[in-house]
């Protein structure tokens, strides 16, 4: 039978490895087909909440501290829930519940950031922060993809990294005092490693059947990304 396979294989020019080939590429366009789709369902919920509620989302703005201890709890909070359902799910609707789960988190998270972007600087700076992430993330990703380098041995750094920057949040909301530019800077760098280290996972070393979860690491770090450098440009334009 296996010398039958392998002359099949032979005769209609087909290999193990072109089969490998194939396969790979099937998972990078799930992917990345399902990041995409993630990002716009994100557009698309902020658009319609700030449509339908604006005025009642700047009338919770009133407590700034407060808020911001919110948008904490559901970023600590959020991405545990995420992974308990990941980790519960054997199928793939199971881990789009999740995708879907983590884009209506990060939802709620930037509701807020928006809304004083919106209200304050218009549509037009939001747009920028995005076409700088989108371009951002695309020369990250390209770097990994045409250098074909292994940025797994970020995963150390980043996760003290995360702590650090989780402190520093925590010990700012107790004290009351501005993180300022500096520690603005210092998360877009931290998102920027982020991407690299998940793309090369993506790229090297995450099974073909998890796409979905694959988008869903890509789409987090983006996001992060996408939060800091919107920070930088409100800061710039005050």
Do not use: W
């Amino acid at each position: 039978m296996e010398n039958q396979f392998d002359m099949r294989m032979q005769d209609t020019g087909f290999s193990p490895l072109m089969t490998d080939v194939n396969l790979r590429s099937r998972f990078l366009v799930r992917t990345y087909a399902n990041l995409l789709g993630a990002v716009l369902a994100f557009i698309a919920l902020e658009t319609v909440l700030f449509s339908l509620f604006f005025n009642q989302i700047i009338g919770l703005l009133g407590s700034p501290q407060a808020v911001c201890i919110a948008i904490l709890a559901v970023g600590l909070t959020g991405p545990f829930i995420g992974s308990m359902i990941i980790n519960h799910s054997k199928t793939i609707s199971g881990h789009y519940v999740a995708l879907g789960f983590y884009v209506l988190m990060y939802v709620v998270m930037f509701t807020p950031i928006l809304a004083v972007a919106y209200g304050v600087f218009g549509t037009g700076l939001i747009v920028q922060a995005g076409l700088v992430t989108g371009v951002i993330f695309v020369l990250l990703s390209l770097t990994v993809f045409l250098t074909k380098k292994d940025f797994s041995f970020l995963r150390s750094f980043l996760v003290f990294a995360s702590l650090a920057a989780v402190g520093f949040i925590v010990v700012s909301l107790i004290f009351g005092f501005n993180l300022g530019l500096g520690f603005t800077y210092a998360m877009i760098a931290l998102a920027s490693l982020y991407i690299l280290y998940d793309t090369s996972n993506v790229m090297l070393h995450c099974d073909e059947s998890m796409y979905v979860v694959a988008a869903i690491e890509l789409f987090a770090s983006v996001m992060l990304l996408f939060f800091y450098i919107l920070r930088l440009f409100m800061s710039r334009s005050e």
